[in-house]
Structure formats: C-alpha cells, structure tokens
C-alpha cells in the first residue's frame, strides 16, 4: 500500500483536486481511499461519497485537526489495510498555515490557491516548505502575469517542489498529477517506525487546557510574550 499526504489552506480545492486526481487513477484499477480530517464540520466526505470513493471523516473538535491527524496515523493504516487499499490518501486542514503533517519518505503534497495573494507562500510554514509537491488551483481566475509571480513566489519558498497549476473545477492538470503519485509514492513497508519531518507547534499552556480568564496571572505552561 502507498501512503500519500494532502495539505493545505481552508478552501483552496483539496478535496477537488483529489477527487480529480482519483478518477485518473481508478481508470488504471488502482482502489483508492481518503481520509478526511477537518476540525468542526465538513460535507467534503459526502462529495466523496457521490465519485464513488471510500472514505472516512474525522473531526477534531477543540483539538488541532493535524494534531489529530499524526495521532491517528496508525489507527488510519489499520483501516486502509482492512479494506485492501492501493493507496490511502489523507487530507488535513492546515487552518493554522504552520502545521507540518509530512512523514519522511511519505508523498506530501500543499494545496494553495492564486486567489490568497501573491505574499502567502511566505506566510506559510513547513506545510509549504517541506512539500514534495506543490499544487496551485484557481488559475483560471486570474492573469497569467498573476499565475508567474504567485509560481515564482512558491519556487522561492521551495525550491526543490515540483509546482503545478489544477484546475479544480474542470480536472485540467489532475492527469499529469496522477502520473506523478504513481511514479513518486512509495510503498509503506514499516509502520511502526514513521517519522515526522519537521516537528509540530509546541503549545501546552493554561489556555491549551481549558483556562478562560485572561490575564499573566493565569497563563502556565509554554508561553510566549510579544516584545
């Protein structure tokens, strides 16, 4: 089985582009199946449902949905193994543009779209940095001056990323990315012994766990103060 990351901002077409991306690959009889973390409500998994793909949600609720996601990676493996997958597929929330939900030697793919602004691959973290592959979706929505310097801008962030352009809406470019899956992802032979690239936001105060009163007096833990 290959294992393969999805990332990215709310809202910038992940669940489009691999929705997309699936259908190249279930022509070639691959069995593919997602896992969709999101942190209060999501309807992405009925639209998985409707192209005819396995899938299962998972919700965070106070926790951070990539926080969950590396704490359920191996309850996930177990469920694509049951169902005899090809390849399993995650897609993560990325709402704090920090998080970093990339093993090493596991495909890692960031969603971003034209339309946040041509300075958002510089307020991006490690999900964007440490990305094998970078997709960028909306194109069709801007000028094709606005798609160099936003590509540019990427390229300056990841230089080692292969970048390209989906259209989320047509499929346009998702055959190329399918090819790309097949040829890049590695089959997971250990399990147990996975690997984080970069490590996760270190956060552990009073407020993580549940304090609501506001003021020094009150915060414990790891915090940090604005100078």
Not at 31 to 46: A, E, M, P, R
Not at 79 to 96: M, P, Y
């Amino acid at each position: 089985m290959r294992f393969i990351t999805f990332s990215g901002p709310p809202s910038s077409g992940k669940s489009s582009v691999i929705i997309n991306t699936i259908k190249n690959l279930k022509k070639d009889g691959i069995k593919v199946g997602v896992v969709k973390f999101d942190c209060l409500y999501t309807d992405d998994d009925i639209l998985y449902k409707n192209a005819g793909i396995l899938v299962k949600k998972g919700l965070s609720g106070a926790l951070c949905p990539d926080h969950f996601f590396v704490s359920n990676i191996e309850e996930i493996l177990n469920w694509a193994k049951e169902n005899s997958l090809d390849i399993l597929i995650t897609e993560s929330a990325g709402l704090c543009n920090r998080c970093s939900p990339y093993l090493k030697n596991i495909l890692g793919i960031c969603v971003i779209d034209n339309l946040s602004g041509v300075n958002t691959p510089m307020k991006i973290g490690p999900m964007l940095r440490n990305a094998d592959i970078v997709v960028i979706t909306k194109g069709d929505i801007v000028s094709q001056g606005e798609r160099e310097v936003f590509s540019s801008r990427v390229l300056a962030v990841n230089p080692r990323a292969i970048v390209m352009n989906i259209n989320g809406l047509s499929g346009q470019g998702s055959l190329e990315l399918s090819m790309i899956l097949k040829e890049k992802s590695k089959d997971l032979k250990e399990q147990e012994n996975l690997i984080l690239r970069y490590p996760m936001p270190t956060a552990l105060c009073s407020y993580c766990l549940g304090e609501t009163r506001v003021g020094e007096k009150y915060q414990l833990g790891n915090v940090k103060k604005i100078r």
